[in-house]
């Protein structure tokens, strides 16, 4: 197999059509050797009957269901795992992603690269939604030492190698893009084009972001425990500093401190320390999660797999 394409599908029902025409052509242009992978995350549209039609039509389309919804990077992974090809490439369903890209993400990675990533050149959003994105990738950067491109997305292609090694990775709280990137490998970059999504908004919410970028934050790096025990010290030492300070107050010019100072300061430790204890519970929680090794999801039904030369692959 040459190329793959795999595809989480949540939402956008009405753009997964003209999707597989616009992919059939640019992959025929390319190779015939190929193969589209559609992985229905429990898509609340029903848009597994849609894909159930399409690949009754194209045994090169593979049809894949959850048996829930498990998230995009677990949907991916679950197309990752399936995924054949020497050249897999990872897209949204909503055609944001040009699918006439591929093109030039296939032939960068001709050149020698291991992974190319699609650098969103004309990406529009708000002024709140940039500083957001920046603040979340400047602290990335800080916390894991490792920098990613905040243009760049999931819209990828990577090598069977690179494939192999992702899966290899069955952690519980995962991103694609970002850890792809953090492997390491020859990399490379494509300016890309986008359009408008094709139908309705994108299921991220502001909260699912914090909750995402809280999952990645304490996943890739334990920076954070480390700066609770700093700032702690911090604390530690100017609390001392100043109790010596209030001593020396009180019997050289004998003035009473009195209560404010006192309930302030009590405050003020409390509250750093029921945050540090959050941010310690939320290591145990990943901890407590990773430890229960639960497959990463479960497939309710795959269409085609017969095409895949009937692969039988247990996944952990």
């Not at 052509?25 to 039609?53: H, R």
Request: glycine fraction near 6%; include cysteine; hydrophobic fraction near 40%.
């Amino acid at each position: 197999m040459e190329i793959s394409v795999v595809i989480p599908v949540y939402g956008c029902k009405a753009a997964l059509r003209e999707l597989y025409e616009r992919l059939t052509t640019t992959l025929t242009s390319i190779t015939d050797d190929y193969e589209i992978i559609l992985v229905n995350d429990a898509c609340p549209q029903g848009s597994w009957d849609l894909i159930d039609s399409i690949s009754s039509e194209d045994k090169r389309v593979i049809g894949i269901a959850l048996s829930r919804n498990f998230g995009q990077s677990k949907a991916i992974t679950a197309g990752l795992d399936y995924a054949d090809g020497d050249y897999i490439v990872v897209m949204d369903c909503d055609l944001q992603d040009k699918p006439e890209e591929i093109r030039k993400l296939y032939s960068k990675a001709k050149e020698g690269y291991d992974i190319v990533f699609a650098r969103r050149t004309d990406r529009k959003d708000t002024g709140f939604k940039m500083f957001i994105s920046k603040l979340f990738y400047r602290l990335y950067e800080k916390l894991s030492g490792y920098r990613f491109d905040p243009q760049t997305c999931n819209y990828t292609i990577c090598t069977k190698k690179v494939k192999d090694s992702f899966c290899s990775m069955r952690e519980y709280h995962r991103e694609y893009a970002m850890y792809i990137s953090w492997m390491g490998f020859r990399q490379a970059l494509v300016d890309v084009e986008t359009n408008p999504r094709k139908e309705g908004e994108s299921s991220y919410t502001l909260g699912k972001k914090l909750k995402l970028a809280e999952e990645i934050l304490t996943s890739q790096s334990a920076s954070l425990l480390k700066f609770a025990a700093y700032v702690g010290f911090i604390i530690t030492a100017i609390a001392f500093l100043y109790i010596i300070f209030l001593v020396i107050q009180y019997f050289v010019a004998d003035i009473d401190p009195g209560w404010t100072s006192v309930i302030a300061t009590v405050l003020l430790v409390g509250g750093l320390t029921i945050t540090f204890n959050g941010i310690a519970g939320i290591y145990i929680g990943n901890i407590f999660m990773q430890s229960k090794n639960r497959p990463l999801y479960f497939i309710r039904e795959i269409k085609n797999k017969g095409f895949c030369d009937e692969r039988d692959i247990r996944k952990e």
